[in-house]
Nanobody, 123 residues
Framework: EVQLVESGGGLVQPGGSLRLSCVGS????????IGWVRQAPGKERESIAC????????YYQDSVKGRFTITRDAAKNTVYLEMNGLQPEDTAVYYC????????????????YGRGTQVTVAS
């Protein structure tokens, strides 16, 4: 059974930082691109970052470029999302997602999703 488990969310003040983690199991982690998708209340889910399986692909949505960094640790089956300069508009549930390639088309789904972790940016 494919499992993606996120952690690291929480409440942070504007300008603060958080690091999200996603641990994958039940599939060959190295064969899959791993992305982060977020959904704010009343808004559609949006893909914000992705790291390819082995081709070095990196994708960032314009709204997070320069602030968020995605990395992967193959030995730990883990992908991280380092988030700096957080703003209230970054408040959302953040989901880890997996597919054979990065999904960058708006509205297109990944094959697998975790349950999500809440990130709230407020003073």
């Amino acid at each position: 059974e494919v499992q993606l488990v996120e952690s690291g969310g929480g409440l942070v003040q504007p300008g603060g930082s958080l690091r999200l983690s996603c641990v994958g199991s039940g599939f060959t982690f190295d064969d899959y691109a791993i992305g982060w998708v977020r959904q704010a209340p009343g808004k559609e889910r949006e893909s914000i970052a992705c790291i390819g399986s082995s081709d070095g692909t990196l994708y960032y949505q314009d709204s997070v470029k320069g602030r968020f960094t995605i990395t992967r640790d193959a030995a730990k089956n883990t992908v991280y999302l380092e988030m700096n300069g957080l703003q209230p508009e970054d408040t959302a549930v953040y989901y880890c997602a997996a597919d054979l390639v990065c999904v960058v088309i708006a509205g297109a789904p990944y094959d697998y999703y975790g349950r999500g972790t809440q990130v709230t940016v407020a003073s």
